[in-house]
């Protein structure tokens, strides 16, 4: 049985096909139909809803609201969370301060998308006593509109923060955070069976670690942000679904003196700022890396366990020289995150088995890291190319060198004719020529809808003068900030 709260009110969805996702539980069970399906596939943010989790911070519970993708969420990763949807703000015949200031800036023409970017600015607002350009950008940028133009819907996400920030949510969030509480308390199971089919929600590696050896066959979902997709674009369904998203061990961020440690149902949203303070340059990268809905849902795990060429993660966790912490049953293994991939789509993870935790190396004093996207649109697009380069130059020689690519090869892949060319000699223009010509046979990239092969060795190779130029004394990160 999974419980969860529709605004203030408990719902219980039990007997249901597990494949159900939030956004078809809505329209088809509930018929709350102000959430819109326009893409299905987490691209156009239509069906964006807000998710509220307690979050424990310095042994406080804290209610968190977070926008996700209906659409790509599966009904069964609700269990012990509330759900609002468009439908939650109006209050009486008041418009929520989010919607009116919408009203106001003439935000909305079809009003197809409109749900999607108030539920948007919604959690922005919620979490945001005052917010700038950019992070405005961030909040919107995972949602579509096809007729008004951004303009006055950028203008209406600004107008709403003249309004109090103190809402018609704001004094049951306690009530709320108790609800939630004794749902995961009572009810720590959270599964769903229907006909043949399973959903399982354990709440510890132990109790994960079991359920894969008791079901080889099951699909692990974590953010279900590539999984779900197989769901809703291919009509592939699977018959047992493991959720890892309440697997509480394996939602810790630890940091030691040697490395940052993330379980493997940290998302992106929370493993964000400590990734950042360790590697500043992650900020770009992560911040291009799908839409918020995306990254509040998706994790680090899920882009390895997905095992894409273009997945952004993997370019930059080898380069980084970080590890993986592989389970089945009661035995671990230690492994290279460049020694995961086989084969495109094909990785060394054995049956049952399941990555627990990551673990990224801190930098090594003097070195500097670098990773680069290239993409058609600056957000919520997949890579044509991702490059990750991980240096230490002493005394103008390059001592040290890791360099990884995405979207190259038909695994991510280090560059290693091209670091032979580097390692140890001068870090100056001559080498640099040298190692832009080796990286030639590094790879043999593919032609696609995304980028030509030509583009996609041009431009990977044009990464690596771009990181000579930026490591040059005194220049400047070569950056794009400029959203479109
Ligand atoms: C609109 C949109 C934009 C996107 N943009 C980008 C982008 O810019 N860059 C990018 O790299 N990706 C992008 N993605 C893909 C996706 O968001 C990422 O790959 C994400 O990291 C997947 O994580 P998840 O938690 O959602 O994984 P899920 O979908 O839950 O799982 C993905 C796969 O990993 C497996 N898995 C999950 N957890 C584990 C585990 N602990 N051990 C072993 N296997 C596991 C699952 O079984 C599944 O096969 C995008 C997706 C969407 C929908
Ligand atoms: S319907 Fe387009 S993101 Fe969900
Ligand atoms: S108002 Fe029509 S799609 Fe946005």
Same mark, same amino acid.
């Given at each position: 049985?999974?419980?969860?709260?529709?605004?203030?009110?408990?719902?219980?969805?039990?007997?249901?096909?597990?494949?159900? %996702?939030?956004?078809?539980?809505?329209?088809?069970?509930?018929?709350?139909?102000?959430?819109?399906?326009?893409?299905?596939?987490?691209?156009?943010?239509?069906?964006?809803?807000?998710?509220?989790?307690?979050?424990?911070?310095?042994?406080?519970?804290?209610?968190?609201?977070?926008?996700?993708?209906?659409?790509?969420?599966?009904?069964?990763?609700?269990?012990?969370?509330?759900?609002?949807?468009?439908?939650?703000?109006?209050?009486?015949?008041?418009?929520?301060?989010?919607?009116?200031?919408?009203?106001?800036?003439?935000?909305?023409?079809?009003?197809?998308?409109?749900?999607?970017?108030?539920?948007?600015?919604?959690?922005?607002?919620?979490?945001?006593?005052?917010?700038?350009?950019?992070?405005?950008?961030?909040?919107?940028?995972?949602?579509?509109?096809?007729?008004?133009?951004?303009?006055?819907?950028?203008?209406?996400?600004?107008?709403?923060?003249?309004?109090?920030?103190?809402?018609?949510?704001?004094?049951?969030?306690?009530?709320?955070? %108790?609800?939630?509480?004794?749902?995961?308390?009572?009810?720590?199971?959270?599964?769903?069976?229907?006909?043949?089919?399973?959903?399982?929600?354990?709440?510890?590696?132990?109790?994960?670690?079991?359920?894969?050896?008791?079901?080889?066959?099951?699909?692990?979902?974590?953010?279900?942000?590539?999984?779900?997709?197989?769901?809703?674009?291919?009509?592939?369904?699977?018959?047992?679904?493991?959720?890892?998203?309440?697997?509480?061990?394996?939602?810790?961020?630890?940091? %030691?003196?040697?490395?940052?440690?993330?379980?493997?149902?940290?998302?992106?949203?929370?493993?964000?700022?400590?990734?950042?303070?360790?590697?500043?340059?992650?900020?770009?990268?992560?911040?291009?890396?799908?839409?918020?809905?995306?990254?509040?849902?998706?994790?680090?795990?899920?882009?390895?366990?997905?095992?894409?060429?273009?997945?952004?993660?993997?370019?930059?966790?080898?380069?980084?020289?970080?590890?993986?912490?592989?389970?089945?049953?009661?035995?671990?293994?230690?492994?290279?995150?460049?020694?995961?991939?086989?084969?495109?789509?094909?990785?060394?993870?054995?049956?049952?088995?399941?990555?627990?935790?990551?673990?990224?190396?801190?930098?090594?004093?003097?070195?500097?890291?670098?990773?680069?996207?290239?993409?058609?649109?600056?957000?919520?697009?997949?890579?044509?190319?991702?490059?990750?380069?991980?240096?230490?130059?002493?005394?103008?020689? %390059?001592?040290?060198?890791?360099?990884?690519?995405?979207?190259?090869?038909?695994?991510?892949?280090?560059?290693?004719?091209?670091?032979?060319?580097?390692?140890?000699?001068?870090?100056?223009?001559?080498?640099?020529?040298?190692?832009?010509?080796?990286?030639?046979?590094?790879?043999?990239?593919?032609?696609?809808?995304?980028?030509?092969?030509?583009?996609?060795?041009?431009?990977?190779?044009?990464?690596?003068?771009?990181?000579?130029?930026?490591?040059?004394?005194?220049?400047?990160?070569?950056?794009?900030?400029?959203?479109?």
């Amino acid at each position: 049985m999974v419980k969860f709260l529709l605004n203030q009110s408990a719902v219980v969805v039990d007997q249901i096909d597990p494949n159900t %996702t939030v956004l078809d539980y809505l329209r088809e069970h509930l018929y709350r139909t102000g959430t819109k399906e326009g893409c299905a596939s987490g691209d156009c943010g239509a069906c964006t809803v807000v998710i509220g989790e307690v979050e424990n911070d310095n042994d406080n519970d804290n209610l968190v609201y977070r926008s996700a993708n209906a659409c790509i969420t599966a009904v069964g990763s609700l269990h012990g969370k509330q759900l609002l949807t468009v439908e939650d703000l109006k209050q009486n015949d008041q418009l929520h301060p989010v919607q009116q200031a919408m009203v106001d800036c003439h935000g909305s023409q079809c009003g197809f998308c409109t749900p999607g970017f108030i539920m948007s600015m919604f959690a922005l607002r919620k979490n945001n006593t005052s917010a700038d350009q950019h992070k405005i950008n961030e909040s919107l940028g995972g949602n579509l509109c096809r007729c008004t133009g951004y303009r006055p819907i950028v203008d209406a996400a600004e107008k709403m923060f003249e309004s109090p920030q103190i809402d018609q949510f704001s004094p049951t969030e306690e009530s709320v955070v %108790t609800q939630l509480n004794n749902i995961n308390r009572q009810q720590p199971q959270g599964s769903i069976s229907n006909a043949n089919k399973q959903f399982f929600s354990p709440t510890s590696s132990d109790e994960l670690a079991d359920l894969m050896l008791e079901y080889p066959q099951a699909k692990l979902l974590a953010g279900g942000t590539d999984l779900c997709l197989e769901f809703t674009q291919f009509l592939r369904d699977a018959e047992v679904l493991i959720y890892t998203g309440r697997v509480s061990d394996m939602a810790n961020i630890t940091t %030691t003196e040697q490395s940052l440690e993330l379980g493997a149902a940290v998302t992106y949203s929370q493993a964000n700022d400590c990734l950042v303070d360790l590697y500043p340059d992650l900020k770009e990268l992560i911040e291009r890396l799908g839409s918020l809905q995306v990254r509040n849902q998706g994790t680090i795990a899920g882009n390895i366990g997905n095992a894409s060429p273009i997945g952004d993660m993997p370019p930059v966790l080898i380069a980084l020289g970080a590890e993986l912490i592989l389970r089945k049953g009661k035995e671990t293994r230690r492994v290279a995150v460049e020694d995961y991939f086989v084969k495109y789509k094909v990785t060394i993870l054995q049956t049952s088995e399941f990555i627990e935790k990551i673990i990224i190396p801190v930098p090594n004093p003097g070195s500097e890291f670098k990773a680069y996207k290239i993409s058609k649109r600056l957000e919520d697009d997949i890579s044509a190319t991702c490059g990750a380069f991980n240096i230490h130059i002493e005394n103008g020689i %390059t001592t040290n060198i890791a360099i990884a690519f995405g979207g190259m090869a038909e695994i991510p892949k280090r560059a290693s004719h091209c670091e032979k060319a580097l390692l140890n000699q001068q870090w100056n223009q001559q080498t640099l020529e040298l190692a832009i010509n080796e990286m030639a046979k590094d790879f043999t990239p593919i032609s696609d809808f995304r980028a030509s092969a030509e583009y996609r060795l041009s431009v990977s190779q044009n990464m690596l003068r771009r990181l000579f130029l930026e490591t040059q004394q005194d220049s400047q990160p070569i950056r794009i900030t400029q959203y479109a």
